[in-house]
Structure formats: structure tokens, C-alpha cells
């Protein structure tokens, strides 16, 4: 299966950082600086995970998980992880309240975003095969 | 009169007086009055029980005088024991008030208990004689002893109760009165037969003075009755009542007795005259019983009035008519007579000469009393009107009656027109409302005193805050007549009070600005620090051409300049607000300074449209090139960021009055202009909920610091989501020589 990544920062030079973190880790990156195209972006795009920003003008990190929850919804397993500046517990906790799987604060440790990444592109594997039925390897 | 105490609020234009309900000023007293306490009981009922006893037994006794019951010898039995009984029950009962009360009073009833048993014990002597041993009683006899004894005891227990008056002249007064009245009724009672009986009387000399001692103690009885009744107090005048009656029934008795025995009449009739003695000590007897209408206190000084301040000249009236009528039946006057007259005469005049050196004294005394209280009026009207605390009386319906000057001053009104308005007229009308339920416990007198503090209304609907005190002022039957309130003026407390307060709310504003500062200032630098560490490792952990590796490198270094821009901006406005930058002053083209400027805009921003509208005259201002450009890039930086939709940025520069004013325009989001007061305070930046801004809110502070520096303004003109206007003026150099 391929895997996709969107990664949305209005910072381009984070965006850029971390592609390159996560270039070999899956096979489609997309990189996105302009919050307010997230939506279409999303459904054009169908990734299989997303990297978020929270601190962006509007819509915001948190809004930008608000306006996807029910795509996601509708998707299945979806997995979004959260990565910010901002390290107060407000921010991480009104992330994970609404849906974000992970939460790393800047600057990112390179290794632990690819495992996380990588680990919850084999959760989304597995839910994937088993809601199509197919026997797990 | 002396008893009106005036007390003017406006003593130079009177618009109302304080009257005093007589606390203030009280009358000239009058010497002590005579007080009668008994057993101070306080129902009638122990009254009612003995006085019906005693009218039944009375009566009984009266009735067995007259038919004689069970033979003349019983009768008599019955008459000397009955007398014994009644004189014992006096002395018991006078005797037991005697116990019951202290000092002067406690004495007064032991001279009548020991008036009653000497009394008693003659009587026994009597019956013993008559009853026991059958044989005429003679005269005089050791009864005679206890009879007259009896007199002047009594006369001492009545005068025991008076309490001793307080100016001599009183006490004269009440001694020449006696002795004018006792005069009288001697000259009374000799002129209409006592001469006769003295006369006419065969006995020896020492029968004869005791014979005559009887009537003589009953002239002293009777005066004694009307000097004390004269000093009556009204709420006693029934146990008085009783105990002089009392004795004047027995002198009654006495007085009937000796004529009869002078004339040698004394028989059925006089056993008859008998009851007198019964009826007088039983009156005795129950005085101490009659109740206390009232507590202790209620026993004050008054007047005197006129039907006692007469009782003794009735005596001297009666002794005139006397004269009067011996006059007419052309009697002729014996010697004594003469002597009772020209008596009569001297005190007359001695009590005359008495009364003008009384009524001087007293007029010297209330002429005192009256300058004293005038001194008092003023020095309170001194008070009130220079006390620092507005002053008003206020009537049970609210209405102002009278006020100082001070709370006048207070309420910027003329005192004159504050009289006869209402409290209403200077509260609105909730706090009228509360004030009105704060008076209640004063009506209900369950408080002296209440307080509040009103924001009260003056007269130039001006508002200031007062803090009140009222007092209920009571007539003497216990009803409020009005208040007394006491007003200060607290309004600087109130406004220090509400200043302390907002300095507190802007110091914990300051305090939450600050903390957010903080996040927002880490989080710009965790920001830039992503791209630095994350592509320093790249090339460090990758196999990177030279041209990738020069990418990263720009990409680090725009970071690093974000990081220093961010820690310049807070040391440049640490710096600027402790005073410690200066600027290099200079002429500077001030439009060439803005094209630079806005070329390093447009390179940044490819979205939005940046125009120039520059004035042709080509300002030349006076100021500090690098400062001006840092503030010129800060604005333009704000235009891009706060319209994120791209469109047109105008630049404008413009010559006026001396200095240039440069204008920053965007088509952006705009800002609340309740906001743009705070927008160049340090930390502030504009936030609408669904629309964040990344910044440290630094900029426009340090804007504002720089421009105030080179004597300009900066101000910004916005509505939100129409854009914004900024503008900053700096003063144009001038011209040369």
C-alpha cells in the first residue's frame, strides 16, 4: 500500500524540514502553508496521515481538526499527529480532546516523528486490511 | 422662658430651629418634694383585701358603738380593745414598711409605727383600768403618757419623709408656713372655746396642761397635715392621703375627746366619737399598703401648685374670719388672742421678707441659668455650622427641616432652598429605595443609630458619595419627631478606592500580557529552531550536493535572523523604555527611505500590491534613517500580515505644518478602534478569536516609542474588516539660513 502524508505549516520552512524528515519513511508527501485550502486539499489529496501545525492564521491547528472530524470520521483510522511550538497543556490537551493521536512540540526530534509516523501508518495498514477482510500478514 | 433651647443650623439666616425636648435645658429645679414609698407594691390587690377587712371592721365596730350591743359593759370592752386592736395593726404595718425601706423613709415609718404603739400601749393602760379593773379611768393617767406621746411622734414621721429641702429660704419657708398655720388654727380653736375649756377647767394646773396638751398636739397634727399636703407629690397624695387622714381622724378623736371630758360629757356619745381613733389608725395602717402606681424614677421635681401654696393661708383666712366674726358678735379679744395676732402679723411679714429674697435668689440663679445656656446655644451653633460634617434634621416623611452650611456645601446648594425639599430629591430612586429600608430598624427602635453610604445627587446633577449616620429624636411619649443625619463627604476615598482597584485590574492585565508574552516568545523561538536544528542535521546526516547544502544554509540563516530580529525588538524596547537609546539625528530624504523600504516589502510578499503615493515635494525630515526604516518595515510588515488575502498596500507620504506624515494602508482585516487606543502599548496585539496572528506583539510598541522620540505621533484609523491606516508624522528639518 502506499502511504501519503500531508503536512500542514505556515511556516515553509518547517514544512520543508519536515518532508525531509519524512521522505523515506513514506511514499507521497504534501506540504501545505495556507491553512484555509486544508479541506479541499484533503479530500483532493486522501492521505493516509497528517502532520499539523496548531499556531497558524485562521483557520488554526485545533480548527483545522474541528472542520476534518467528520472526514475522518467517514475515512475510518485517521491518523493526525500535532506538531507545534506552543508546549502548554492547553494546546495538548485540547489537541488529543479533539482527535490528534500524537502530540510533538518543536523542535521535533527527528527519529521519534518517523517512528511515530511509521507506527501509526501500520495501525491505519492493519485497519485497513481488516475492514476489507483480508488476512493479516 | 428658660426651657426653650434654640438652636439655629443657620445662625446668620434662620431657616429653622433645633428645639430641644426639654433635655437640654432643664427648669430650676425645685427644693426635693416629699416622697411617701410604702411597701412599693405593685398591684392593689393586698390593698383591696385589708381596706375591705378594715371598712368591714370599722363599721362593725361602729355599729356595736351606737346600739350598744351585749350591754354598756361590752360596749365599752369592745371600744378600749377595738382601739388597741386598730392602733397595733397601725404599728404593725408601719412597723413592717419601717423594714422594707431604708434610711430616711425606713425611719419615717418607725416613727408612725412608734406613734401607733405608744398609742397602743396608753390604750392597753385605758382598758385596763375600764375593762380589767372596772374603775373610772383617772386624769391624767399613765395612758395619758402613751396618748400624748403618740403626737409628736407622728408629727416627726410625717416630717421625716420630707426630705430635707435645698436652699435655706425653702426651709425658713416651710418653718414660718407652720408656724403661721399653727398659729391660726390656735387662734382658731382658742377664739371658738379651747380659752373657755382652759378657763372654766376646775382641775389642777398639771391636769390642766395635759388636758390642754391634747388639743395643742392636735394644732400641730393639723399643721403638720398641711405643710406635708403642700408638698405633695401627685402620684402619692393617696397613701399621703391615708396616712393623714389617718391622723386626722385621730385627732379628731382627740380633739372631741377633751372637750367632752372638759365639759365632763364624755359618755355614750363620746364612746360614739370613739371610732374615730379606729377608723384613723386603720387608714394607717393600710398607707404602706397602697401600690406604687409607678417605677421610682417617675417621682420628679414639679411645680408646686397653687391649692398647696394656698393651704396655709386658708389657716390665716379661717383665723381672720374668726376675727371677723368676733368682730360682729362684739366679742371682746382676750390677751393671748392678741398675742396669736400680733404673731400671726410678725410671721406674715417675716415670710414676706422670705419670699422677695427668694424670688431674688431665683432670679439671680435663672438669670445664671440663662446666660450660661446662651453661651452653650452659641458655642453649638458654633459647631454646626463650622463642623466639617454636613448636618441635617429630616422629618419622619423624609423632608428636610433645617441644615448647616456644610451640607449645603455639599450638595452645592443654597440651605435657604434645601429646607422643605426630601431626601428623594437628592438619591435616585433605588438608592432612595435602600436608604428607606436602612431607616427601618430606627422606627421599630431596635438601633439608636444606622449608616450607610449613598451616591447622592446634587443639585447640579453632579454626583458625589456621601457616608450617613441618622438618629431617631423621640418626644418624651417615646415617638420619633425626627431625625438628626450626619453626612461626610467620601468621595475622594471612593474614587482612591476605585482607582486602587483598576490599578489592580491593569496590573493583573499587565501580568496575564506578560506570561502570553512569554509563551508567544518561546514559541517563535521553538519555531525558528525547526528549521535551524532540523536542516544543520541534514546536512550533517545526509549525503547533500554543495547546492542543497547552500539551500539549508540560507534556510538556517533566515532563521537565525528571525531570532535575532526577535531578541533586537525586545532589547531595542527594553532600551527605549529605560531611556537608554539615543538616536543619530540626521536629514534624511524621507521618500527615498520609503521606496527602499517598500522594495524590501514586495520582495517578501508576492500577494499583495504595494503602491506609492509619494509627495512631490520631496520631504527632508529630521531624523534617525535606521530607526525611521525599522519603523517604515514594522508597518509594512503588519500591512502584509493582517490582510492575508493579498490586495493593495498604499504608502503615502504628505508635508504638513512643519513635519511629514507618512500613511501605511491595507485592505485587511481591520481593527476594532475600541482597540486602537492599546495597540501601542507594549504586548498588546489585535486577536480576534477565530483569527490568530503570529507575533510578539513587540512592533508596534517599539513603532510608537521611536516616532514619541522624534517628537511625532503615530495613530492608526480602522474599522474592522475595511483595513487599516496607519500613520506616523516626524518633524521636517528646517530649512537653512
Known amino acids: 500500500m502506499t502511504s501519503r502524508v500531508l503536512i500542514v505549516d505556515d511556516d515553509a520552512a518547517n514544512v520543508e524540514v519536515l518532508k525531509r524528515y519524512l521522505e523515506n519513511t513514506v511514499d507521497e508527501i504534501r506540504g501545505l502553508t495556507d491553512s484555509r485550502q486544508v479541506e479541499r486539499v484533503f479530500l483532493d489529496f486522501k492521505p493516509d496521515i497528517m502532520v499539523l501545525d496548531l499556531h497558524m492564521p485562521q483557520p488554526d491547528g485545533l480548527e483545522v481538526l474541528r472542520r476534518l472530524r467528520s472526514a475522518r470520521l467517514s475515512l475510518g483510522f485517521l491518523p493526525v499527529i500535532v506538531v507545534t511550538a506552543d508546549t502548554g497543556h492547553v494546546a495538548r490537551n485540547s489537541s488529543l480532546i479533539l482527535g490528534a493521536d500524537e502530540f510533538l512540540t518543536k523542535p521535533v526530534d527527528r527519529d521519534e516523528l518517523v517512528l511515530r509516523?511509521?507506527?501509526?501508518?501500520h495501525t491505519r495498514k492493519l485497519y485497513l486490511d481488516a475492514k476489507e477482510g483480508r488476512a493479516v500478514d | 422662658m428658660l426651657n426653650e433651647n434654640r438652636l439655629e443650623l443657620t445662625p446668620k439666616a434662620p431657616v429653622g430651629t433645633f428645639r430641644s425636648p426639654g433635655r437640654l435645658a432643664p427648669a430650676p429645679t425645685l427644693p426635693a418634694r416629699p416622697t411617701v414609698p410604702g411597701l412599693e407594691l405593685r398591684t392593689w390587690r393586698p390593698f383591696a383585701v385589708a381596706s375591705s377587712a378594715a371598712i368591714v371592721l370599722a363599721v362593725a365596730f361602729i355599729a356595736w358603738q351606737v346600739f350598744r350591743l351585749g350591754g354598756e359593759k361590752?360596749?365599752?370592752?369592745?371600744?378600749?380593745?377595738?382601739?388597741?386592736?386598730?392602733a397595733l395593726a397601725a404599728a404593725l404595718s408601719c412597723g413592717y414598711a419601717a423594714t422594707r425601706n431604708r434610711g430616711r423613709t425606713g425611719m419615717a415609718w418607725a416613727f408612725l409605727a412608734a406613734s401607733a404603739a405608744s398609742w397602743c400601749a396608753g390604750e392597753i393602760v385605758w382598758s385596763v383600768y375600764e375593762v380589767g379593773m372596772n374603775v373610772a379611768v383617772p386624769f391624767p393617767s399613765a395612758a395619758d403618757a402613751g396618748f400624748l406621746l403618740a403626737v409628736p411622734l407622728a408629727v416627726v414621721g410625717v416630717f421625716a419623709f420630707t426630705s430635707a429641702p435645698g436652699r435655706l429660704t425653702t426651709r425658713g419657708e416651710a418653718l414660718l408656713s407652720g408656724a403661721i398655720v399653727a398659729l391660726s388654727l390656735l387662734f382658731v380653736a382658742w377664739s371658738f372655746g379651747l380659752g373657755r375649756v382652759y378657763a372654766t377647767s376646775a382641775s389642777t394646773p398639771a391636769a390642766q396642761m395635759i388636758g390642754l396638751a391634747y388639743p395643742l398636739g392636735?394644732?400641730?397634727?393639723?399643721?403638720?397635715?398641711v405643710l406635708a399636703l403642700r408638698r405633695a407629690h401627685r402620684t402619692e397624695i393617696g397613701r399621703l392621703a391615708l396616712l393623714l387622714g389617718g391622723l386626722a381622724s385621730n385627732s379628731l378623736a382627740d380633739s372631741g375627746f377633751a372637750l367632752l371630758t372638759a365639759n365632763g360629757t364624755y359618755g355614750a356619745i363620746g364612746s360614739v366619737l370613739d371610732s374615730g381613733w379606729v377608723v384613723g389608725f386603720f387608714a394607717i395602717a393600710l398607707a404602706p399598703l397602697w401600690p406604687s402606681a409607678r417605677a421610682p424614677e417617675a417621682r420628679k421635681e414639679g411645680p408646686i401648685e397653687l391649692w398647696q401654696l394656698a393651704l396655709p393661708w386658708a389657716a390665716v383666712l379661717a383665723a381672720a374670719l374668726t376675727l371677723v366674726h368676733q368682730a360682729i358678735a362684739d366679742q371682746t379679744m382676750d390677751r393671748f388672742s392678741m398675742v396669736l395676732v400680733g404673731g400671726i402679723g410678725i410671721l406674715l411679714v417675716g415670710g414676706q421678707v422670705l419670699s422677695h429674697n427668694d424670688s431674688l435668689s431665683l432670679l439671680v440663679t435663672s438669670q445664671r441659668v440663662e446666660s450660661q445656656l446662651a453661651r452653650r446655644n452659641a458655642l453649638l451653633d458654633e459647631i454646626i455650622s463650622h463642623a466639617p460634617l454636613g448636618i441635617a434634621r429630616v422629618g419622619t416623611d423624609m423632608t428636610i427641616l433645617d441644615v448647616n452650611p456644610r451640607m449645603a456645601a455639599l450638595l452645592r446648594i443654597d440651605p435657604g432652598k434645601m429646607v422643605g425639599t426630601t431626601v428623594a430629591d437628592?438619591?435616585?430612586q433605588d438608592e432612595f429605595a435602600r436608604v428607606s429600608e436602612v431607616f427601618h430598624p430606627l422606627w421599630v427602635g431596635s438601633v439608636d443609630t444606622v449608616e450607610s453610604d449613598s451616591h447622592a445627587l446634587r443639585a447640579d446633577r453632579t454626583e458625589v458619595w456621601l457616608h450617613w449616620s441618622a438618629t431617631g429624636v423621640r418626644n418624651p411619649a417615646g415617638r420619633i419627631e425626627y431625625f438628626i443625619a450626619m453626612y461626610e463627604d467620601t468621595d475622594a476615598e471612593h474614587s482612591a478606592n476605585e482607582a486602587?482597584?483598576?490599578h489592580l485590574a491593569s496590573l493583573e492585565r499587565l501580568n496575564r500580557l506578560k506570561s502570553e508574552f512569554v509563551s508567544l516568545v518561546s514559541h517563535e523561538f521553538r519555531t525558528a529552531l525547526v528549521g535551524i536544528s532540523g536542516f544543520s542535521e541534514m546536512i550533517r546526516d545526509s549525503d547533500v550536493s554543495v547546492d542543497e547544502a547552500k539551500g539549508y544554509a540560507a534556510d538556517i540563516n533566515k532563521d537565525a535572523e528571525r531570532l535575532n530580529r526577535l531578541i533586537n525588538d525586545m532589547l531595542d524596547l527594553d532600551r527605549i523604555e529605560a531611556g537608554r537609546l539615543t538616536l543619530r539625528v540626521q536629514p534624511v530624504d524621507l521618500n527615498a527611505l520609503l521606496k527602499d523600504a517598500v522594495?524590501?516589502?514586495?520582495a517578501s510578499s508576492s500577494r499583495h500590491f504595494i503602491v506609492c503615493n509619494f509627495d512631490a515635494q520631496q520631504p527632508i525630515a529630521s531624523c534617525d534613517p535606521d530607526r525611521l526604516a525599522q519603523v517604515v518595515a514594522n508597518l509594512l510588515s503588519n500591512a502584509i500580515k493582517y490582510s492575508p488575502d493579498g490586495g493593495e498596500i498604499t504608502v503615502t507620504s504628505t508635508v504638513r505644518e512643519g513635519f511629514a506624515d507618512v500613511g501605511v494602508r491595507d485592505r485587511g482585516i481591520g481593527i476594532d478602534p475600541a482597540f486602537a487606543q492599546r495597540l501601542f502599548s507594549r504586548y498588546e496585539r489585535y486577536e480576534q478569536t477565530s483569527n490568530k496572528i503570529i507575533g510578539t506583539g513587540l512592533g508596534l510598541a517599539i513603532t510608537r516609542q521611536i516616532?514619541?522620540?522624534?517628537?511625532?505621533?503615530?495613530?492608526?484609523?480602522?474599522?474592522?474588516?475595511?483595513?487599516?491606516?496607519?500613520?506616523?508624522?516626524?518633524?521636517?528639518?528646517?530649512p537653512r539660513g
Open chain 2, 426 to 428: 437628592y438619591l435616585n
Open chain 1, 117 to 121: 509516523v511509521r507506527n501509526l501508518l
Open chain 2, 707 to 734: 516616532i514619541e522620540m522624534h517628537g511625532g505621533k503615530v495613530w492608526v484609523d480602522s474599522e474592522p474588516g475595511e483595513g487599516s491606516d496607519f500613520h506616523f508624522t516626524v518633524p521636517l528639518e528646517l
Open chain 2, 74 to 86: 361590752v360596749a365599752i370592752g369592745v371600744d378600749d380593745i377595738g382601739e388597741a386592736v386598730a
Open chain 2, 218 to 225: 392636735d394644732i400641730i397634727t393639723a399643721t403638720v397635715l
Open chain 2, 599 to 602: 522594495e524590501r516589502a514586495r
Open chain 2, 500 to 502: 486602587a482597584a483598576a
